[in-house]
């Protein structure tokens, strides 16, 4: 087989064994966050911080939920990092955001953070706050032993099918997740453009 058979075989494979149920579970979570009037701030680093921007944009358009990625201002994100370290530019971020209750946050990563192996701390940092503030927490991560799996409320595992492209994977997974989400007749509110062409 070419390579390209091979990866999109791998793909098949992974949507296949995708728990549906979790996914429904999430958006059960996301449609009770709207609901009670709480924001969804969606958290990710690297290609799954550009991600976040993106589910930002579709949650508030296509789901009618008042959504934010803190990656989003990168002028934030840079000076915090730089003035107050890397670990805690997430935590700090949803601090000055007043994080609540009625909140939810949702984690989009690879391995969904690691404190003992220093694996994205900023992320386990903000599972912890917002499990303190008692806000929900979500996440669509692609390790099941990552602090978010083992944290989160709901939490979509990708599966793995080959470790050695276990990143490509998450991260594309990622965005059929939360298409899947705001296409979701309990999220959508709205038509994508092209769909409400007629």
Same mark, same amino acid.
């Given at each position: 087989?070419?390579?390209?058979?091979?990866?999109?075989? @791998?793909?098949? !494979?992974?949507?296949?064994?995708?728990? &549906?149920? &979790?996914?429904?579970?999430?958006?059960?979570?996301?449609?009770?966050?709207? @609901?009670?009037?709480?924001? *969804?701030?969606i958290i990710g680093v690297g290609g799954s911080?550009?991600?976040?921007?993106?589910?930002?944009?579709?949650?508030?358009?296509?789901?009618?939920? !008042? &959504?934010?990625?803190?990656?989003?201002?990168?002028? !934030? *994100?840079?000076?915090?990092?730089?003035?107050?370290?890397?670990?805690?530019?997430? @935590?700090?971020?949803?601090?000055?955001?007043? *994080?609540?209750?009625?909140?939810?946050?949702?984690?989009?990563?690879?391995?969904?953070?690691? !404190?003992?192996r220093d694996v994205s701390p900023n992320l386990?940092?903000?599972?912890?706050?917002?499990?303190?503030?008692?806000?929900?927490?979500?996440?669509?991560?692609?390790?099941v032993e990552g602090y978010t799996a083992r944290?989160?409320?709901?939490?979509?595992?990708?599966?793995?099918?080959?470790?050695?492209? *276990?990143?490509?994977?998450?991260?594309?997974?990622?965005?059929?997740?939360?298409?899947?989400?705001?296409?979701?007749?309990?999220?959508?509110?709205?038509?994508?453009?092209?769909?409400?062409?007629?």
């Amino acid at each position: 087989m070419s390579f390209a058979a091979d990866y999109l075989r @791998e793909v098949a !494979e992974i949507a296949s064994r995708t728990d &549906a149920g &979790a996914v429904e579970r999430l958006a059960i979570l996301l449609k009770q966050t709207r @609901e009670r009037g709480g924001r *969804l701030f969606i958290i990710g680093v690297g290609g799954s911080a550009a991600n976040a921007s993106h589910a930002v944009n579709d949650f508030r358009k296509l789901a009618g939920i !008042e &959504a934010y990625a803190p990656t989003d201002n990168v002028s !934030e *994100l840079t000076a915090r990092t730089n003035d107050e370290g890397w670990p805690t530019v997430f @935590e700090a971020w949803l601090r000055v955001s007043r *994080l609540r209750p009625e909140d939810t946050i949702l984690i989009l990563s690879v391995g969904g953070g690691d !404190e003992e192996r220093d694996v994205s701390p900023n992320l386990v940092h903000a599972v912890r706050f917002a499990r303190q503030t008692g806000a929900a927490v979500g996440g669509v991560v692609g390790r099941v032993e990552g602090y978010t799996a083992r944290n989160a409320d709901v939490c979509v595992i990708i599966p793995c099918v080959i470790s050695e492209r *276990l990143t490509p994977h998450a991260e594309e997974f990622q965005a059929v997740i939360w298409h899947l989400l705001v296409s979701h007749p309990l999220l959508r509110q709205s038509p994508a453009r092209w769909e409400s062409i007629t």
